[in-house]
Structure formats: structure tokens, C-alpha cells
């Protein structure tokens, strides 16, 4: 359990009841005696982010239930937030709680639920990370726990989109893709460029992969690459916790790009960044040629819940498709932005489920383009498929492995287009990094993709399947 932290608060509306009777001529109350108390159960669950250490409560019964003087606890017994006086849940509302003046919420916790009496437990709900960045009953009051928006005081949103998941498009036979240990935990974002494959591990550290010879990749031997390069900021400081990885139209030769969520020298701050490196040397430590903080310009997330993954697209891809430039209300037009990558990097973010779209400028200046919903609990990889003209947004084992493509609609801004399940063959791993083969790999209309497993599981961390063309 975390200790209780100073925190930054904007807490208002969202932890009212928001579904509850008026104060004048209110259904009757019925006490947890005369009315189910297992009606009442733990519905949403926040630990981190602006509206941390909350716990939200749901009346799926049919009478309003008085829950005066219950008990909110974490996994420690003496840990203990009583509901005040004069609290009533009526049937079908939601009402959220505040409780880190009594206790924090940590990154493997409880929420535990009890009577008055503070030893009949009526509902408790525990997990093994932060929320990512609701844990939300899906559906409310009977469902399991997932990933999810915070949507506290109100019904959760499950991160349906409007859009019914679809099979995966392709081989359902997934199969490892690297030898055994050989690069343990916390393998994230992945980028293939051509024969080479870019991994990001979130120990602030890039891979250099180059292909085994039967359908899989190992660490480049050449270059001081056989155990990866450690990276760092500008100047040799601190310790990215490099999450993504991409290359820009130049390729490597130009600079690898990784987006970062914080220093992991000070890993309590956000530093939302993406940073660009030289990779042309053979010495062990990259230091970033260039880093833009885009952290003041986007909303606060938690430290551990930030860009999680990026990726490129080209100028001629997005002003051919009509992309509307979201600073400008009008069409994208690159040459406004003077010397650039000759593209968008997108950015995905892991504590909101958004995708957002900018300019880095060569003098270190940036220009948000598109700020865009994923439908998602978290994004933890982008992909720009040329090929398909497609952007891939991909969510780990919090959301089952779903995939969503999004496209260039009419009006100019990327839109959900499909929703995939992960492969039939693939169990629910969590998978941070994801990347697809060129179109000059495509046989018989199928080509590779390939997922990093964050968590190393079997002692594998790359694995290959396919995707039509």
C-alpha cells in the first residue's frame, strides 16, 4: 500500500450521487437489515491520477439502501473510512468516495467493503497494478473488473465505442519470436524498419534487433548492441522510462524517436517527452540529441500513466487523406510549420485512452495537430500502417488484448473503423509493444506482426503472428 501522498486534487462533481432522489419527497430508506446489502457492491475503483485513492459504490437493487456508517478499508484492517451519517444509495444510483485522508490506494491492493459493525463484508475487489485508469465493473454492479475512463459517481463505460469486436484479421496460430530470456521484463514498444526492429525497454533502455533466420529477431551482435544501449536525457541525465519507439521518414539514419512517461531517477513526476537519438555510434549509453516535454501541454496524468507508445505518419499520407489540423480548424498544411520530421508523431496515452497528434518542429518547438478518443481504457502502442492507410491502437491484457484501427473520415479527423480480439491462439499476455512487416512482405495476402509481452511470460518476450495485407 502506498503511503498517503500530496496530491494534486480537482475533485467536484464526479464524486457526488449523481442518480440519486431529490431531497424533498425521496423514496423510502430501507436499512442494510431490510433490504439486501448485497445489492450494494464496490463498482469503480481509482488509485492514481487526478482523482486518486476513490472508491465508488453501486445500488443494484431495488430499494434505496441507508449505508450510514459502512466501512471502506484497504487491504489492511486497520485502515478504515466510515460513510457519514445520513447516507442513502438509492436503487440504481452510484456514489463515489474520497478516501485518502484515510488510507491510500497502492498498486497491488484491496477495496474492501463492510457493515457497521467492521467485520461483515459485504463486497472487495483487489488488483496487482494501478488502475489504467478506472477499474470499472463491466457491466456495473455484476460485471468483472476491467480498464476502463474514470467515470465516478456515474455509470461506467466499458470502452464499447459503439463498435462490437470483431476476430482477429488473420492467423489465429501465434508463436515465439526470440529466444528464451533473453531480454526478461518490461519490453514495451516495438517499430520494425525493414531487417531491423527497434524495442523500447521501459528501464530506459533500446534494443537493435536484426533477424534470427527462422521467422524471428535477436540482439544486433554488431555496433555495442548485443545487450542493448542504455539511454538518457539530454545532456547524459536521468533515465527515460522509454515506452515506444519509432523512426520517422529518414529511418534510423535520421534518429530513432522514444516516448517517455517520466524519469525514472525521479519516477513520482510525469515527463511526458518524446526524445530523439543518434544511433550511428558503438558506445554502450545513447544521450537524446533532442527532447520535447510535452508534458505541460496535455493534462495531468499519473506518473506511471503516460505515453505509452508513438509512431509516425507521413505529411503526404495525412494531407492526402484530408486531415484537419486541429490548432487551425482548416486542413493540415506542413509547410506551416517550417523545418520538421515531414510528419505527425502520435502519441498514445495509457492513464486516458487518448491519441494525440503533433509537429515537432526542428528548433525544439511542437504544435499539437489532433487530440482523438481510442474508444480504449489505455493505449499502450500506436502503428502507422502506410500500407492500409490505418493507425493501429492496441491496449494490453487490462483491456484482453483488443485492437482498434482508426481513419481519416470526411470531416478530416481519425476515427474507430474496427475492433479486433487478440488472436484465438494468443492467451491474454500483456502485450505493450506491437508492430506490422511492410507490404513487401505480404505472401499469399498475409503478413508478420509482432507483440512484445511487457511481463516475459514462459521467458519470452517477442511473438509473431500474421495480419492480411
Same mark, same amino acid.
Given at each position: 500500500?502506498?503511503?498517503?501522498?500530496?496530491?494534486? @486534487?480537482?475533485?467536484?462533481? +464526479?464524486?457526488?450521487?449523481?442518480?440519486?432522489?431529490a431531497l424533498?419527497?425521496a423514496?423510502?430508506?430501507?436499512?442494510?437489515?431490510?433490504a439486501?446489502?448485497g445489492d450494494?457492491?464496490i463498482?469503480?475503483?481509482?488509485?492514481?491520477?487526478?482523482?486518486?485513492?476513490?472508491?465508488e459504490?453501486h445500488?443494484?437493487?431495488? #430499494?434505496?439502501?441507508?449505508?450510514?456508517?459502512?466501512?471502506?478499508?484497504?487491504?489492511?484492517?486497520?485502515?478504515?473510512y466510515?460513510? %457519514?451519517?445520513?447516507?442513502?444509495?438509492a436503487?440504481g444510483?452510484?456514489?463515489?468516495?474520497?478516501?485518502h485522508?484515510?488510507?491510500?490506494?497502492?498498486s497491488q491492493?484491496?477495496?474492501? !467493503?463492510?457493515?457497521?459493525?467492521?467485520?461483515?463484508?459485504?463486497?472487495?475487489?483487489?488488483?496487482s497494478?494501478?488502475s489504467? *485508469?478506472?477499474?470499472?465493473?463491466?457491466?456495473?454492479?455484476?460485471?468483472a473488473?476491467?480498464?476502463?475512463?474514470?467515470t465516478?459517481?456515474a455509470?461506467?463505460d466499458c470502452?464499447?465505442?459503439?463498435?462490437?469486436?470483431?476476430?482477429w *484479421?488473420?492467423?489465429?496460430?501465434?508463436a515465439?519470436?526470440?529466444?528464451?530470456n533473453v531480454?526478461g521484463?518490461?519490453?514495451?514498444?516495438?517499430?520494425?524498419?525493414?531487417?531491423?526492429?527497434?524495442?523500447?525497454?521501459?528501464?530506459?533502455?533500446?534494443?537493435?534487433?536484426v533477424?534470427?533466420?527462422?521467422?524471428?529477431?535477436r540482439?544486433?551482435? +554488431?555496433?555495442?548492441?548485443?545487450?542493448?544501449?542504455?539511454?538518457?536525457?539530454?545532456?547524459?541525465?536521468? @533515465? *527515460?522510462?522509454?515506452?515506444?519507439?519509432?523512426?520517422?521518414?529518414?529511418?534510423?539514419?535520421?534518429?530513432?524517436?522514444?516516448?517517455?512517461e517520466?524519469?525514472?531517477?525521479?519516477?513520482?513526476?510525469?515527463?511526458?517527452?518524446?526524445?530523439?537519438?543518434d544511433?550511428?555510434?558503438?558506445?554502450?549509453?545513447?544521450?537524446?540529441?533532442?527532447?520535447w516535454?510535452?508534458?505541460?501541454? !496535455?493534462?495531468p496524468?499519473?506518473?506511471?500513466?503516460?505515453?505509452?507508445?508513438?509512431?509516425?505518419?507521413?505529411?503526404t499520407?495525412?494531407t492526402?487523406?484530408?486531415?484537419?489540423?486541429?490548432?487551425?480548424?482548416?486542413a493540415?498544411?506542413?509547410?506551416?510549420?517550417?523545418a520538421?520530421?515531414?510528419?505527425?508523431?502520435?502519441?498514445?496515452?495509457?492513464?486516458?485512452?487518448?491519441?494525440?497528434?503533433y509537429?515537432?518542429?526542428?528548433?525544439?518547438?511542437?504544435? @499539437?495537430?489532433?487530440?482523438?478518443?481510442?474508444?480504449?481504457?489505455?493505449?499502450?502502442?500506436?502503428?502507422?500502417? %502506410?500500407?492500409?492507410?490505418r493507425?493501429w491502437?492496441?491496449c494490453d491484457?487490462?483491456?484482453?488484448?483488443?485492437?482498434?484501427? !482508426?481513419?481519416?473520415?470526411?470531416?478530416?479527423?481519425? #476515427?474507430?473503423?474496427?475492433v479486433?480480439?487478440? %488472436?484465438s491462439?494468443? %492467451?491474454?499476455?500483456?502485450n505493450?509493444?506491437?508492430?506490422?512487416?511492410g507490404?513487401d512482405?505480404?505472401? +499469399?495476402g498475409?503478413?508478420?506482426?509482432?507483440?512484445?509481452?511487457?511481463?516475459?511470460?514462459?521467458?519470452?518476450?517477442?511473438?509473431?503472428g500474421?495480419?492480411?495485407?
Amino acid at each position: 500500500m502506498t503511503a498517503l501522498r500530496t496530491r494534486r @486534487r480537482h475533485r467536484a462533481l +464526479a464524486l457526488l450521487l449523481v442518480t440519486g432522489a431529490a431531497l424533498a419527497g425521496a423514496p423510502a430508506v430501507f436499512p442494510a437489515e431490510a433490504a439486501p446489502a448485497g445489492d450494494v457492491r464496490i463498482n469503480e475503483v481509482v488509485t492514481t491520477g487526478d482523482v486518486e485513492d476513490s472508491v465508488e459504490l453501486h445500488n443494484k437493487g431495488t #430499494s434505496t439502501i441507508d449505508i450510514s456508517g459502512w466501512i471502506l478499508k484497504d487491504d489492511k484492517d486497520g485502515s478504515k473510512y466510515k460513510i %457519514p451519517s445520513g447516507t442513502a444509495l438509492a436503487a440504481g444510483a452510484f456514489r463515489a468516495f474520497d478516501v485518502h485522508d484515510a488510507f491510500g490506494l497502492g498498486s497491488q491492493d484491496s477495496a474492501r !467493503l463492510y457493515l457497521p459493525d467492521g467485520r461483515t463484508l459485504v463486497d472487495g475487489f483487489s488488483w496487482s497494478r494501478h488502475s489504467g *485508469p478506472s477499474w470499472s465493473r463491466c457491466p456495473d454492479g455484476t460485471g468483472a473488473f476491467k480498464a476502463a475512463r474514470v467515470t465516478l459517481g456515474a455509470a461506467n463505460d466499458c470502452g464499447g465505442g459503439g463498435t462490437a469486436p470483431a476476430a482477429w *484479421p488473420g492467423g489465429g496460430s501465434v508463436a515465439t519470436a526470440d529466444a528464451s530470456n533473453v531480454f526478461g521484463e518490461d519490453l514495451s514498444g516495438l517499430h520494425q524498419d525493414g531487417d531491423v526492429m527497434w524495442a523500447a525497454q521501459n528501464s530506459g533502455k533500446l534494443w537493435r534487433l536484426v533477424r534470427d533466420g527462422s521467422g524471428g529477431w535477436r540482439p544486433d551482435t +554488431a555496433g555495442g548492441w548485443r545487450s542493448g544501449k542504455a539511454l538518457r536525457f539530454p545532456g547524459g541525465a536521468g @533515465r *527515460p522510462d522509454s515506452e515506444g519507439v519509432t523512426v520517422a521518414g529518414g529511418g534510423s539514419a535520421a534518429g530513432v524517436f522514444v516516448a517517455s512517461e517520466r524519469d525514472g531517477d525521479a519516477s513520482g513526476t510525469s515527463r511526458l517527452s518524446v526524445l530523439r537519438y543518434d544511433v550511428s555510434g558503438t558506445g554502450s549509453t545513447l544521450s537524446a540529441t533532442k527532447e520535447w516535454n510535452l508534458t505541460a501541454d !496535455l493534462p495531468p496524468v499519473g506518473a506511471n500513466l503516460g505515453f505509452e507508445g508513438i509512431t509516425w505518419v507521413p505529411d503526404t499520407d495525412l494531407t492526402r487523406a484530408g486531415f484537419k489540423d486541429a490548432s487551425t480548424g482548416a486542413a493540415y498544411d506542413p509547410a506551416r510549420y517550417g523545418a520538421h520530421s515531414g510528419g505527425v508523431f502520435f502519441v498514445g496515452v495509457e492513464g486516458t485512452g487518448m491519441i494525440h497528434g503533433y509537429v515537432l518542429r526542428d528548433s525544439g518547438a511542437f504544435t @499539437r495537430v489532433a487530440s482523438l478518443d481510442s474508444g480504449m481504457g489505455g493505449v499502450m502502442e500506436l502503428e502507422w500502417e %502506410p500500407q492500409a492507410a490505418r493507425l493501429w491502437a492496441v491496449c494490453d491484457d487490462t483491456c484482453d488484448g483488443r485492437h482498434r484501427t !482508426l481513419r481519416i473520415d470526411s470531416a478530416g479527423a481519425f #476515427s474507430v473503423t474496427a475492433v479486433y480480439d487478440r %488472436p484465438s491462439g494468443m %492467451p491474454n499476455y500483456n502485450n505493450e509493444g506491437f508492430t506490422l512487416a511492410g507490404a513487401d512482405e505480404c505472401v +499469399a495476402g498475409s503478413k508478420p506482426v509482432y507483440w512484445a509481452d511487457d511481463s516475459n511470460n514462459g521467458g519470452h518476450a517477442l511473438r509473431r503472428g500474421s495480419v492480411t495485407c
